[in-house]
């Protein structure tokens, strides 16, 4: 290949690459590296260095190369003047004729991470919108003009019960991934979902198993109520005729990489059939289902919000008795003993 040849090859290429003397400044540069900066090809060379990518700290670099004849790495750097503030790589190469060559890598810029649950409840939160505020408005209409005081709380009942999943909805449109957090009192959390459990149109029979001890935890209340209800109401559609709630602390707990000294946990035990054993690897996954007529979200939200309280969602099954777990941080400073019964008391 002549020298002819050679020249064209390296205009052609798609790395970004200038050569730059030892005042550091541009002797030449590539279609590439211009398109990238924004430059013409003439109007760069002559160019110092640091006209071409000021505030970056590869001028510097550039004369350490020079100054020790070594190769120099700048890893992440970002663009000026980019949309976005593009971000490269540079690669400074000492030459023998006193020079440096400059290499610049674009790098591929990543996109927001956005899991595919969330996205499709996203999309979800949207279309319920609308219905939410239908159903609000009809319930308002009835607990105005009903006189049984009864009747009265369970319009009120749905009043509320729109207006926390309008509130979740919206966090979830408006892209506010984090929590709400506020102190959450775990035994009102569990007789909320009492009252909800018991407006069902045939409840099952419910049992209550409380630590008294239990603290406040630091988060969310009202997704925290959306994960259990829907443990509960899974339990329910799959048959249950008996729930128990029950609520714990319990020792040395791994969570993720995280092994937690002690833990908080609150269950819904039922006596249904059982998690089929053809679900039983996938049951928290999107879009997977036990029934025909389900969405197969309601557990993955439930693991995902878990998650985001540092907690952790577990279940163990078998016919005629599953108990879904949701385990909680214990709140610092919080000190637990050992019972004679195997719980911690705090």
Same mark, same amino acid.
């Given at each position: 290949? &002549?020298?002819?040849?050679?020249?064209?090859?390296?205009? $052609?290429? +798609?790395?970004?690459?200038?050569?730059?003397?030892? $005042?550091?400044?541009?002797?030449?540069?590539?279609?590439?590296?211009?398109?990238?900066?924004?430059?013409?090809?003439?109007?760069?060379?002559?160019?110092?260095?640091?006209?071409?990518?000021?505030?970056?700290?590869?001028?510097?670099?550039?004369?350490?190369?020079?100054?020790?004849?070594?190769?120099?790495?700048?890893?992440?750097?970002?663009?000026?003047? /980019?949309?976005?503030? $593009?971000?490269?790589?540079?690669? =400074?190469? #000492?030459?023998?004729?006193?020079?440096?060559?400059?290499?610049?890598?674009?790098?591929?810029?990543?996109?927001?991470?956005?899991?595919?649950?969330?996205?499709?409840?996203?999309?979800?939160?949207?279309?319920?919108? &609308?219905?939410?505020?239908?159903?609000?408005?009809?319930?308002?209409?009835?607990?105005?003009?009903?006189?049984?005081?009864?009747?009265?709380?369970?319009?009120?009942?749905?009043?509320?019960?729109? %207006?926390? =999943?309008?509130?979740?909805? &919206?966090?979830?449109?408006?892209?506010?991934?984090? #929590?709400?957090?506020?102190?959450? &009192?775990?035994?009102?959390?569990?007789?909320?979902? +009492?009252?909800?459990?018991?407006?069902?149109?045939?409840?099952?029979?419910?049992?209550? %198993?409380?630590?008294? +001890?239990?603290?406040?935890?630091?988060?969310?209340?009202?997704?925290? =109520? $959306?994960?259990?209800?829907?443990?509960?109401?899974?339990?329910?559609?799959?048959?249950?005729?008996?729930?128990?709630?029950?609520?714990?602390?319990?020792?040395?707990?791994?969570?993720? %990489?995280?092994?937690?000294? +002690?833990?908080?946990?609150?269950?819904?035990?039922? %006596?249904?059939?059982?998690?089929?054993?053809?679900?039983?690897?996938?049951?928290?996954?999107?879009?997977?289902?036990?029934?025909?007529?389900?969405?197969?979200?309601?557990?993955?939200?439930?693991?995902?919000?878990?998650?985001?309280?540092?907690?952790? =969602?577990?279940?163990?099954?078998? #016919?005629?008795?599953?108990?879904?777990?949701?385990?909680?941080?214990?709140?610092?400073?919080?000190? /637990?003993?050992?019972?004679?019964?195997?719980?911690?008391?705090?």
């Amino acid at each position: 290949m &002549n020298e002819e040849q050679s020249r064209s090859w390296v205009e $052609q290429m +798609s790395t970004g690459l200038a050569v730059v003397d030892g $005042q550091l400044r541009v002797l030449w540069i590539n279609p590439a590296l211009a398109e990238l900066l924004g430059l013409g090809l003439r109007h760069a060379q002559g160019l110092p260095l640091a006209g071409l990518l000021p505030d970056t700290g590869v001028v510097e670099q550039a004369a350490r190369s020079l100054a020790e004849l070594r190769s120099v790495q700048c890893r992440g750097v970002r663009l000026p003047g /980019t949309q976005d503030g $593009q971000r490269v790589d540079v690669a =400074l190469q #000492p030459l023998d004729a006193g020079c440096v060559l400059v290499e610049v890598h674009a790098l591929a810029e990543s996109a927001p991470t956005v899991s595919p649950l969330s996205a499709t409840l996203r999309g979800f939160a949207h279309e319920v919108k &609308n219905p939410l505020a239908g159903l609000r408005g009809a319930a308002q209409l009835l607990q105005r003009r009903l006189d049984d005081a009864d009747m009265q709380a369970l319009a009120g009942m749905v009043i509320a019960e729109a %207006d926390r =999943l309008a509130a979740l909805a &919206n966090r979830l449109l408006h892209h506010d991934g984090a #929590p709400h957090l506020g102190p959450v &009192n775990l035994h009102r959390l569990l007789e909320r979902l +009492s009252e909800l459990i018991e407006a069902e149109p045939s409840p099952p029979r419910l049992r209550h %198993d409380y630590d008294p +001890s239990l603290p406040d935890v630091h988060g969310d209340a009202d997704r925290l =109520l $959306q994960v259990m209800l829907n443990l509960a109401r899974n339990a329910i559609e799959a048959g249950a005729q008996t729930l128990t709630l029950r609520s714990r602390v319990e020792l040395g707990v791994r969570v993720g %990489d995280r092994m937690l000294r +002690s833990a908080l946990r609150l269950d819904v035990m039922d %006596d249904g059939p059982g998690v089929p054993p053809v679900l039983r690897d996938t049951l928290f996954e999107p879009l997977v289902s036990g029934r025909a007529d389900g969405t197969g979200l309601g557990l993955a939200l439930s693991r995902e919000i878990a998650h985001e309280h540092g907690g952790e =969602l577990r279940y163990v099954s078998r #016919p005629g008795e599953t108990v879904f777990s949701l385990y909680l941080p214990l709140p610092p400073r919080t000190s /637990t003993v050992v019972t004679s019964s195997g719980h911690a008391d705090g």
